[in-house]
Nanobody
Framework: QVQFVESGGGLVQAGGSLRLPCAAS????????MEWYRQAPGKQRELVAR???????AYIDSVKGRFTISRDNAKNTVYLQRNSLKPEDTAVYYC????????WGPGTQVTVSS
């Protein structure tokens, strides 16, 4: 069973940047989509960005132009580069993928101060 571990979270001021890596315990090449979700306090978990095995990306409207998802299959790692951070980006960020079952990392907390 694959395991994902997110890192790179923390406290950042509005307008700042953070890159979140997600390291997988095995090759991510077999996952057609690698995804980043987030869950803000009191809100449902939402899909933020996804990247296909071919490198095609998709984002929710609120992060377009600010967030960039990428994958390094050789390192079994997916990244979420987040720029121009806003307080509303405060959430726990999760790495996830589906391959017969949905797999989740434990998440990493990101807090954006105004």
């Amino acid at each position: 069973q694959v395991q994902f571990v997110e890192s790179g979270g923390g406290l950042v001021q509005a307008g700042g940047s953070l890159r979140l890596p997600c390291a997988a315990s095995e090759s991510i090449f077999s996952f057609h989509f690698m995804e980043w979700y987030r869950q803000a306090p009191g809100k449902q978990r939402e899909l933020v960005a996804r990247i296909s095995s071919g490198g095609t990306t998709a984002y929710i409207d609120s992060v377009k132009g600010r967030f960039t998802i990428s994958r390094d299959n050789a390192k079994n790692t997916v990244y979420l580069q987040r720029n121009s951070l806003k307080p509303e980006d405060t959430a726990v960020y999760y790495c996830s993928a589906y391959r017969g079952s949905r797999y989740w990392g434990p998440g990493t907390q990101v807090t954006v101060s105004s």
